[in-house]
Structure formats: structure tokens, C-alpha cells
């Protein structure tokens, strides 16, 4: 993308020789004196320097303390309490209390070296009724979790909005009015907080929030409505987007960053030919024409609009003047690829399917295929060319057991966030403007539908008890962030 130095060039063609699985003659790109991992030797897999490391959790998914400092019920507080919504009817209100344990957790990220931590806001938290007067208890709390991160050094990315709407707002993101509820939530965090935080993402995973509550049914709040509703439902997503962007801009105390995370499809060519490179290019331009093309492009693509038909949603006036918002930074949750081809079909594309073997984490949907962390920052560079990047989450679920003597053997997890995290590199060597890198998650905690039965920390929490237990993968990433480069 950029030009290379000639020591940036040696890095890539190493990585992705080392990824293809061939072996390039060592002159062609080793610099360096004899192995090991002192601060000047070249291992070929370091980050550039200032790179950063971090954890991501959310707050209904760990704090607990759901009734406690004045919070009100978010709709996941009435789903997960309806019978037959969750494994095993799991709610998340205990979770890991992190609520109470904020220092405890803080302390996890200290003893990881991490720079960064990506953390959530609950709006119900904040507004009980989703709207009116501020509860300052609630921002209490948040007060106390940023001060203990910024006075351990951790430099805390906070996300707006990550699914837990307050349960008091009519409609839901059917209404237009809670996006406009949304906007004055931001105004206030921006208000509140921006002394200290400087980092903003607005909202969490479109799709998850809007498809699966709305047209699947299997996240809060549980509807299953047409094609017209859903589709009206998703612009009330991106428009909170983009009113939260501007509001926090303008009620910013200072100069912040602010951007979004979003779980956009990451297609990765099936084999890296110029003519399946581009057929993935269009494929991520049109598979996330209702999210990520419409706040990159500022309008809603040709092809969505002739997909949607009659059914296109209803766009008023300045809706993507604030939609369209420039951001400062794109964060990208990913976990898994769509492998896609060049095809003769109306769009030039077509999607592979997986055979019954392929391989995948221990939730299913969670298929491996690491490269996906390059393509997934390649293709929306080339595509729109943002100031900056994130991986906003990366992570998996694994069948963790705790010994006797305390301690989760999950190498499986080292080996997936190994991989993914090399293929992470290949896209800081070849100059793609990726800044930071946040592994999901700090912690075990409520998987959403899934409950407790999923666990995605580096930390193993006993969920009688609410101890936490570094996992092998806590070790493996403390080593990581302390070398800043691949290990
Ligand atoms: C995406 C979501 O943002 C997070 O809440 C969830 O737990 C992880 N991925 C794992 O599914």
C-alpha cells in the first residue's frame, strides 16, 4: 500500500512467505544476528512501536449489579428473563460483578502489560428511563472505573453503546425517537467524561443488534418482524451512529477520537489472485452495504436500494449528513472469514461454502481461518481508505477446564490468537494505518444467548465463587504486549 523500506519489505515477504508455507532463502529478508528476543534483535514479527495492546468487555456482560446505584432494566435484563431466550435461562445479573470487582479487573489488565482497555457504557446505567436527568450514581460508577485505569496507566476506549437498551424506551430501534435519545446519551458521555477519555466508539455490531433482535428473534428483544421493519430498524441504527458522532463532537471538552465497532463481513479470496482479490473487494463493499458502506459512503449503495425495493427504509432529510460523519478511527470485531471467489454471477462473486470438516473454536460459528485479520483491515483500506484502525475484538470460545492446582491449559485459544495475530502483522508491515489491537475478552463472562456456556477470557472466572484465574492464554498475551510482536 505504501512504499516499504527495505526492512518493512524483508518483514512482509518473510510473514507472508511464512504463512504460505514457503521457505524464502534467509538473505532475502534476514537483517538480523543470532535468535532470541533481546530489545534489538529483529524478529520479523515485532509491531511497529507505539502499537497498542489491549482487552475488550461489555458492561452487561460482566458488571452484575443490575438493580444496583439506580440502573434501569435494558432489554436484555427482560429477555434473558424470559423463559427458553438463554442456555440454560442464564441472565447477566450477577455476571462476574464487575460492578463491585472493578479494581480486581483492573488489576488483570495491569498485570498484562496492557496499554489499552476497551469497556462499555451502560445507558440504562446512565438514563434508567433511557432519557431525562442523568442518575449520577450511574456515573459514578464509570467515574470510578476510568480514574483506576488512568491511574494505573490504562488508557481507556469506551464504547457507547453495546446492546443493553434501555428496556424503557417504547419501540425500541423501531422508534426514530431512540436514536434521538441516543444522540443526547452521547452528548451527556461526551460531557461527562471526555476530561479523561479521548477514545469514543458510538455503537457495538450493528447487525447484532438490529437482525438478530429484530428479524431472527435471538437476541433482545426477541421479534421476528419483515423485511420493511428490519430494514427500517437497521437505519435507526446507523443514524444513532451518526447523530452520536456529531453530538460527541460537539459537547467534546477537548480534542477525542471518535469511531465505531463494527463486525463487518470480512471476506477473505480464496486464493490471493488478483481476480479473487478484487471479487472480495466488491464482495465487502456489498455484503455491508446497510452498515459499514452506508457510514463509509454516506448514502446506501445502488445495489441495497434495487435489492430492498419497496421494502428500502425511510431516510429523512440529514440523516446521512450525520450518517456519513468522518470518523477518526474504524474499529472491526473479527472472529472468522467469508471466503469468496470471482465469479461470472451478476455481481462478479460467489461465496464458498465450508465443507462439514472444516475446523472451528467451540462455538460453531466461530470457523478458523486467521487470514481473516488481514483482509479484514486490507479490504476496508483499499475500499475507503480510513485515517486509522482498530480490531475492536478478536477472540474465541474454548472448552476451558479448571485443574485442581488453578490453572487452564487453553492452548487451543493461544494457537487461534497466534495465528490471527500474525496475520495481524502482515497488515502493519505492509503499512495499512492498523494502531491497536483489543483481544476479546479480559475475562469469561455472559455470552449473550449462548450464557455462561461459552467462555471467551484469558481469564477463567468461577462463576460460584467469582474468582478469576489467568488462563495460559493470559501469559502467552502478557509476553506478547511485552515484546510487541508475534510469540
Ligand atoms: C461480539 C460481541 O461484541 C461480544 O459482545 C461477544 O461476546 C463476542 N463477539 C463473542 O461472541
Not at 449489579?65 to 424470559?82: A, C, L, M, Q
Request: contains cysteine.
Amino acid at each position: 500500500m505504501k512504499d516499504l523500506t527495505r526492512r518493512q519489505f524483508g518483514r512482509s515477504v518473510a510473514a507472508a512467505a511464512a504463512l504460505a508455507g514457503i521457505s524464502v532463502p534467509r538473505f532475502a529478508f534476514s537483517q538480523s544476528g543470532p535468535a532470541g528476543h533481546d530489545a534489538d534483535h529483529d524478529s520479523g514479527r515485532r509491531f511497529p512501536e507505539g502499537f497498542l495492546w489491549g482487552c475488550a468487555t461489555a458492561s452487561y456482560q460482566i458488571e452484575g449489579g443490575v438493580k444496583e446505584g439506580g440502573r434501569g432494566p435494558s432489554v436484555w435484563d427482560v429477555f434473558s428473563h424470559t423463559p427458553g431466550t438463554t442456555h440454560n435461562g442464564d441472565t447477566g445479573d450477577v455476571a462476574d460483578d464487575s460492578y463491585h470487582l472493578y479494581k480486581e479487573d483492573v488489576q488483570l489488565l495491569k498485570n498484562l502489560g496492557a496499554q489499552t482497555y476497551r469497556m462499555s457504557i451502560s445507558w440504562p446505567r446512565i438514563f434508567p428511563e433511557g432519557k431525562g436527568q442523568p442518575n449520577a450514581a450511574g456515573l459514578d460508577y464509570y467515574n470510578r472505573v476510568i480514574d483506576e485505569l488512568l491511574a494505573k496507566n490504562i488508557t481507556p476506549y469506551v464504547t457507547l453503546f453495546h446492546w443493553d437498551l434501555p428496556a424503557a424506551l417504547k419501540g425500541g430501534w423501531q422508534s426514530r425517537a431512540t436514536s434521538l435519545a441516543y444522540a443526547d446519551y452521547a452528548a451527556c458521555i461526551a460531557r461527562q467524561l471526555s476530561d479523561r477519555v479521548k477514545h469514543f466508539m458510538t455503537t457495538n455490531e450493528f447487525s447484532c443488534f438490529t437482525d438478530l433482535g429484530y428479524q431472527e428473534g435471538r437476541f433482545a428483544p426477541g421479534l421476528k418482524l419483515g423485511p420493511k421493519d428490519v430494514n427500517q430498524v437497521r437505519h435507526h441504527g446507523i443514524l444513532a451512529h451518526g447523530l452520536g458522532v456529531q453530538a460527541i463532537r460537539a459537547n467534546a471538552k477537548g480534542p477525542v477520537e471518535v469511531g465505531l465497532a463494527e463486525n463487518a463481513t470480512v471476506c477473505v479470496p480464496v486464493i490471493e489472485t488478483e481476480e479473487h482479490i478484487g471479487a472480495a473487494q466488491r464482495a465487502t463493499r456489498l455484503m455491508n452495504a446497510p452498515f459499514l458502506t452506508a457510514l463509509m459512503e454516506g448514502k446506501y449503495i445502488d445495489e441495497y436500494l434495487a435489492q430492498t425495493g419497496a421494502n428500502a427504509p425511510r431516510v429523512e432529510p440529514g440523516d446521512f449528513a450525520a450518517i456519513g460523519s468522518p470518523l477518526d478511527f474504524v474499529g472491526v470485531n473479527i472472529y472468522t472469514p467469508t471466503y469468496i471467489r470471482a465469479s461470472d454471477s451478476k455481481f462478479g462473486y460467489a461465496v464458498e461454502t465450508l465443507p462439514a470438516s472444516y475446523p472451528h473454536m467451540a462455538s460453531p460459528w466461530i470457523v478458523i481461518g486467521p487470514e481473516c485479520l488481514y483482509w479484514g483491515i486490507r479490504n476496508v483500506c483499499d475500499l475507503w481508505r480510513p485515517k486509522a484502525m482498530y480490531i475492536t475484538e478478536n477472540g474465541c470460545s474454548s472448552d476451558d477446564v479448571l485443574t485442581p492446582e488453578g490453572q487452564v491449559n487453553d492452548i487451543d485459544r493461544v494457537m487461534y490468537l497466534r495465528n490471527h495475530i500474525t496475520h495481524l502483522h502482515r497488515a502493519a508491515a505492509e503499512g495499512y494505518p492498523i494502531k491497536g489491537y483489543f483481544l476479546w475478552s479480559l475475562l469469561d463472562n455472559f455470552e449473550w444467548g449462548d450464557g455462561y456456556s461459552k467462555r471467551f477470557g484469558i481469564h477463567y472466572v468461577d462463576y460460584k465463587t467469582l474468582k478469576r484465574y489467568p488462563k495460559l492464554s493470559a501469559e502467552w498475551y502478557r509476553e506478547v504486549i511485552r515484546r510487541n510482536e508475534v510469540v
